[in-house]
């Protein structure tokens, strides 16, 4: 199985907004609702903000919103702050049982 | 609040084992309904999921790895397992205990524990 393709980076002043998209095949993304996004703050471990495409864990921020077409995921944040700084990255469940990530992406606040 | 904590050696040899534990508080991993799963992630790279175990019963590995991998649970004793063999300077990476939900999320991480694999 290969990698969930995401752009290595991405960049917006604060208060915009951004994308990332997350592409994958018709056995992952394509094949069911089980997308997930994770962020990562240097040396810390991920944290769940999105699962089952859309849904947000409680206590993440509805500026966090996400969705699927095909298989593209992809992952909007609105009203960017400094804090949102890190990387981020998707993964799908797939039609092997298995789990695969995308390669993540930085996002810079500028 | 359910805790994971993974230990095991920071330092392997090239072509020896690497074994890992990740000990759960704070939730039985007996009547859970979770998938126990290890995720790594090699410095300055991205995650890579290893494998997930349902108890003995539903044990799932990446293809790239399955040659290698073990994953296995000790209910009695609250702790899940990684063991991969004829380690490499590829497999230096952290490793990251996790749980798997029914939804194919992965909601509670455990620190991670970075292991170097020597030459």
């Known amino acids: 199985q290969s990698a969930l393709t995401q752009p290595a980076s991405v960049s917006g002043s604060p208060g915009q907004s951004i994308t990332i998209s997350c592409t994958g095949t018709s056995s992952d993304i394509g094949a069911y609702t089980f997308v997930s996004w994770y962020l990562q703050h240097p040396g810390r471990a991920p944290q769940l903000i999105i699962y089952e495409v859309s849904s947000r864990p409680s206590g993440v921020s509805s500026r966090f919103s996400a969705s699927k077409s095909g298989n593209t995921a992809s992952l909007t944040i609105s009203g960017l702050r400094a804090e949102d700084e890190c990387d981020y990255y998707c993964?799908?469940?797939?039609?092997?049982?298995?789990?695969?990530f995308g390669g993540g992406t930085r996002l810079t606040v500028l | 609040q359910l805790q994971l904590q993974a230990t095991g050696p920071g330092l392997v040899k090239a072509s020896e084992t690497l074994s890992l534990t990740c000990t759960v508080s704070g939730a039985s991993i007996r009547g859970s309904s979770y998938f126990w799963a290890w995720i790594r992630q090699p410095p300055g790279k991205g995650l890579e999921w290893l494998g997930s175990a349902f108890y003995v019963k539903s044990i799932y590995y990446a293809p790239s790895l399955r040659s290698r991998v073990t994953i296995s649970v000790d209910s009695s004793m609250n702790q899940f397992s990684l063991t991969l063999t004829s380690v490499s300077a590829a497999d230096t990476a952290v490793y990251y205990c996790?749980?798997?939900?029914?939804?194919?999320?992965?909601?509670?991480w455990g620190r991670g524990t970075l292991v170097s694999v020597s030459s």
């Open positions: 996790a749980t798997f939900d029914s939804k194919r999320l992965f909601d509670h």
């Open positions: 993964s799908s469940y797939t039609t092997s049982s298995t789990v695969v």
